[in-house]
Nanobody, 122 residues
């Protein structure tokens, strides 16, 4: 079992930056693939980025490639999402998630945080 708590959301102007953090509880944090997802109003939740157990492999959805960076610090049980050059269409509730299967995936995660709101004004 792992519990996830996101932070770092807020209101930012288009072109600005935010860094989201996700703190995980549990001794086996480093065994999980970690991912970020987002859900905009009236839309389904979508995959944003994922990182493998060691932090050496990452994967992004096309719309955020070159703007967002996922990273993790296993000593701090924390995963980050650095978001640069934000656009109004990035506005959503952002969730972090943990997956036990050990391979990067875009769905089927086992554990979820409560989400943090990101709002990008034009």
């Amino acid at each position: 079992q792992v519990q996830l708590v996101e932070s770092g959301g807020g209101l930012v102007q288009a072109g600005g930056s935010l860094r989201l953090s996700c703190a995980a509880s549990g001794r086996t944090y480093s065994a999980y693939v970690m991912g970020w997802f987002r859900q905009a109003p009236g839309k389904e939740r979508e995959f944003v980025a994922a990182i493998d157990r060691t932090g050496s492999v990452t994967y992004y959805t096309d719309s955020v490639k070159g703007r967002f960076t996922i990273s993790r610090d296993n000593a701090k049980n924390t995963v980050y999402l650095q978001m640069n050059r934000l656009k109004p269409e990035d506005t959503a509730v952002y969730y972090c998630a943990a997956d036990r299967r050990g391979v990067i995936t875009t769905s089927g995660y086992d554990y979820w945080g409560q989400g943090t709101q990101v709002t990008v004004s034009s």
